[in-house]
């Protein structure tokens, strides 16, 4: 079935184009492995040198026994993490020898230069056969500095380079599901750890061997919160897996149609054939969304637990009843994946989230820290303990906030969720704040009011893990007050040439929050021949980054926005905006429209696709867009966020988009 449903992501298409990141982050069911395979996939069909690998727990395992048995009883992690950083990459490097000797004899010189007896029938069990050869009860730096002897590492590594330089190439490492079965103990999180340290000596050391490891996001967290080099080492070197209702929608369509063979001209078309009665159109698929996290594993046990009930009621079709009598039923289920992935790390979170049990779906934040208080003396020790860690009621509700359990409410536009496990939430939160617990757990808790209280949720995905933690007081009241204005305004601008000049001044005033720091005098674009052209320009200064590029290479001294009240655009509409591209705006300009998907679809592709063949850059810039950069600014102080987020979304349009691929330009 996946070779028939997988959505090529924007995630995905980053990947595949370098890949540039050594760490790919998800929740459960947020897609790694589908990821992790199609990778594989893609590397192998372009002739890359790969090596896709999947440990067997068991000998996962047999790895933190043999640790166990060598190393001091209570090991610290760093101790671990050490060691295993040379294990790891002794074995990564033999793995690479041993596959370049088999891919071409006569051009390494690897096999012909070292014998190494411990290298197993893969990765893991090499790195075990490193580990036993080591002698027990030796000290743990001492232990180190044996496994580098053993192992030749200096050797290897001199090799390997040297074999791959000439033949040009490089290799790709892929590495899913090490976290099966783990714990988060030291000997596990240091083997987690020490294959993460070992995959970036790789990069610094400029062996032409990239890894990539696919983790699930509480045990990157646990390594932010307890490796001291994770901000030099890890913090910016990771892609968090994101889904957004255009691409949770285009895989069900796909899924829709590999099973009834039903295929429609739009994805839209395609759900609006399965859904009746209120479900069709977005609005119907959002409302199903709104009962999941917005991962591909979500709505479709939703959907197919939907469907059977269903054909159980005589019907082909999909009804809102179905879909909250599916999501009541798969509640529990979603509820012990929040158990399983975040209660070794958040000791008493059981506990807790049963304490909400028959309460009412929304409540104040006063009576939720009200109720923390209460139930403080009757929880059980673990929870007792990370009460005493977190050190206050507020932290154990930002904690909650941080597995994506409970929401705040933004005015006007719904509740905010975390759904990827981040521990960053709004600050400074008044004791009258609504908070509610998030649909997709409420039915499994008898939550008051679960089927009959509806509301918007928001995502607020915390994708970047910063060097340093965000300064609380470095964000202005000023930014606040714009920032909260302007989200609660976008609601209320309808699509269209109506309200197509609040549209264009909203975007002004994002464009001067959002990029105060890089662009200066931002300001609309006069032109008394055309005064219903929606452009506005600001003046390029930046003496680093992303905008100092673009006025080096392509020439923007003036930086050029054209700005569309439409989710779908015409073929005027970008031809319109290309011929700006001149002059004093270089050659590259921005066009801002109301899209509500972070990716681009073939018809938009193939109009970057386009620019790019008359020596132009267009960037197009879904509102979507902004919108998360003012909450992610707004709700975690985060002044730099704009600033890696852009220069994530040109690079991705000058990497991904600009290529020419198959796609149709529309009319």
């Given at each position: 079935?996946?070779?028939r449903?997988?959505?090529r992501?924007a ?10 990141h050594n760490?790919v ?5 947020a897609?790694k492995?589908a ?13 890359e040198l790969?090596i ?11 790895l933190?026994?043999?640790l166990?048995e060598?190393?001091?009883?209570e090991?610290?992690y760093t101790?671990?993490r050490?060691l295993?950083?040379?294990v790891?990459?002794?074995a990564?490097l ?5 596959t370049?000797g ?11 230069s070292?014998e ?6 893969d990765l ?10 080591l002698?027990?009860g030796?000290?743990?730096?001492a232990?180190v500095?044996k ?5 030749g590492?200096?050797k290897?590594?001199?090799?390997v380079?040297t074999?791959?330089?000439?033949l040009g190439?490089?290799?790709?490492i892929?590495i899913?599901?090490l976290?099966e079965g783990w714990?988060p103990h030291d ?10 340290s070992a995959?970036?000596d790789l990069r610094?050391?400029?062996t032409?061997?990239?890894g990539?490891?696919f983790l699930?996001d509480?045990?990157f967290?646990l390594?932010e919160d ?7 080492n890890?913090?910016g ?8 209702e255009q691409?949770l929608?285009?895989?069900v ?5 590999a099973?009834?063979?039903i ?11 399965f859904a ?8 119907g ?7 999941t996290?917005?991962?591909p594993?979500?709505i479709l ?14 019907r082909?079709n999909?009804i809102?009843?179905?879909i ?6 798969i509640a529990?289920?979603?509820l ?6 975040y209660?070794e790390v ?9 304490a909400?049990?028959?309460?009412p ?11 923390i ?11 007792q303990k990370s009460y005493s860690?977190?050190g ?5 509700v930002l904690?909650?906030f941080?597995?994506?359990f ?6 006007g536009?719904g509740f905010q969720?975390c759904h990827d496990?981040a521990?960053r939430?709004p600050?400074?939160l008044p004791?009258?704040t609504?908070v ?8 499994a808790l008898?939550?008051i009011?679960?089927d009959?209280v509806q509301?918007?949720?928001l995502l607020a995905?915390?994708?970047?893990y910063d060097?340093e933690k965000?300064?609380?007081?470095s964000l202005s ?7 909260n ?6 609601s209320?601008?309808q ?6 000049s ?11 929050l ?6 200066s005098?931002i300001?609309?674009?006069p032109?008394?021949d055309a ?6 320009v600001g003046?390029?200064e ?6 100092k590029?673009l006025?080096?290479?392509?020439n ?5 926005f054209?700005?569309k009240?439409f989710e ?16 004093v705006?270089g050659?590259v ?10 990716g681009?679809n073939d018809?938009e ?10 020596g ?13 950069c003012?909450q992610?600014?707004l709700g975690?102080d985060r002044a730099d966020y704009t600033?890696k987020?852009i ?10 988009y ?10």
């Amino acid at each position: 079935m996946l070779d028939r449903v997988f959505v090529r992501t924007a995630d995905f298409e980053a990947l595949a184009a370098g890949p540039n990141h050594n760490f790919v982050i998800g929740r459960r069911g947020a897609g790694k492995s589908a990821l992790f395979i199609e990778l594989t996939k893609e590397f192998t069909k372009r002739g890359e040198l790969l090596i896709s690998f999947v440990p067997e727990e068991s000998t996962v395992k047999g790895l933190v026994a043999a640790l166990r048995e060598r190393l001091p009883s209570e090991p610290k992690y760093t101790n671990v993490r050490s060691l295993m950083r040379v294990v790891w990459r002794a074995a990564l490097l033999a793995v690479v020898g041993r596959t370049l000797g088999r891919k071409d004899s006569s051009a390494t010189s690897f096999e012909k230069s070292t014998e190494l007896p411990w290298l197993a029938s893969d990765l893991l069990a090499s790195a075990l056969a490193v580990v036993e050869a080591l002698p027990s009860g030796s000290d743990p730096d001492a232990l180190v500095y044996k496994a580098a002897s053993f192992t030749g590492l200096d050797k290897l590594t001199d090799l390997v380079r040297t074999d791959l330089d000439a033949l040009g190439s490089r290799v790709v490492i892929l590495i899913d599901k090490l976290d099966e079965g783990w714990r988060p103990h030291d000997i596990e999180a240091g083997i987690v750890g020490g294959l993460c340290s070992a995959v970036i000596d790789l990069r610094d050391k400029r062996t032409n061997v990239h890894g990539v490891i696919f983790l699930r996001d509480n045990v990157f967290r646990l390594l932010e919160d307890i490796d001291d080099d994770f901000s030099r080492n890890m913090a910016g070197d990771n892609l968090r897996l994101r889904w957004d209702e255009q691409t949770l929608l285009d895989l069900v369509a796909r899924r829709i149609e590999a099973v009834t063979g039903i295929v429609e001209s739009t994805p839209l078309k395609t759900w609006n054939r399965f859904a009746k009665q209120g479900l069709e159109g977005k609005e119907g698929f959002q409302f199903c969304l709104q009962k999941t996290l917005y991962r591909p594993r979500d709505i479709l046990e939703l959907l197919n637990t939907a469907r059977h009930l269903a054909a159980l009621r005589r019907r082909s079709n999909l009804i809102k009843e179905d879909i909250n009598d599916a999501a009541r039923d798969i509640a529990q289920i979603r509820l012990g994946d929040l158990y399983k992935e975040y209660e070794e790390v958040f000791a008493g979170l059981t506990s807790y989230v049963r304490a909400f049990s028959g309460r009412p779906a929304i409540d104040t934040l006063k009576n939720v820290l009200l109720l923390i208080e209460e139930n403080r003396p009757i929880l059980p020790e673990a929870a007792q303990k990370s009460y005493s860690k977190l050190g206050s009621a507020s932290a154990v509700v930002l904690a909650l906030f941080g597995v994506g359990f409970l929401g705040f409410a933004l005015t006007g536009m719904g509740f905010q969720f975390c759904h990827d496990g981040a521990d960053r939430a709004p600050a400074d939160l008044p004791p009258e704040t609504k908070v509610a617990v998030h649909p997709c757990y409420s039915r499994a808790l008898d939550i008051i009011g679960a089927d009959d209280v509806q509301f918007d949720v928001l995502l607020a995905v915390n994708d970047d893990y910063d060097e340093e933690k965000p300064d609380k007081q470095s964000l202005s009241a000023l930014f606040k007050a714009g920032a909260n204005t302007l989200l609660t305004e976008i609601s209320g601008i309808q699509l269209g040439e109506a309200d197509a000049s609040k549209f264009e001044d909203w975007v002004l005033q994002a464009l001067r929050l959002l990029l105060s720091g890089e662009l200066s005098n931002i300001e609309k674009k006069p032109n008394k021949d055309a005064p219903k052209r929606r452009d506005i320009v600001g003046s390029n200064e930046a003496k680093s980054g992303v905008w100092k590029r673009l006025l080096q290479q392509r020439n923007a001294g003036q930086i050029i926005f054209e700005v569309k009240n439409f989710e779908d655009l015409g073929a005027d509409a970008y031809h319109q905006t290309i011929s700006y591209a001149t002059g004093v705006y270089g050659n590259v300009v921005f066009l801002v429209h109301r899209g509500q998907r972070s990716g681009l679809n073939d018809n938009e592709r193939s109009w970057v696709q386009q620019s790019a063949l008359d020596g132009k850059l267009l960037v197009l810039v879904p509102v979507v867009v902004l919108i998360r950069c003012l909450q992610k600014q707004l709700g975690s102080d985060r002044a730099d966020y704009t600033k890696k987020a852009i220069a994530r979304w040109i690079d991705t349009h000058e990497r991904n988009y600009v290529n020419p691929r198959s796609g149709r330009r529309g009319s």
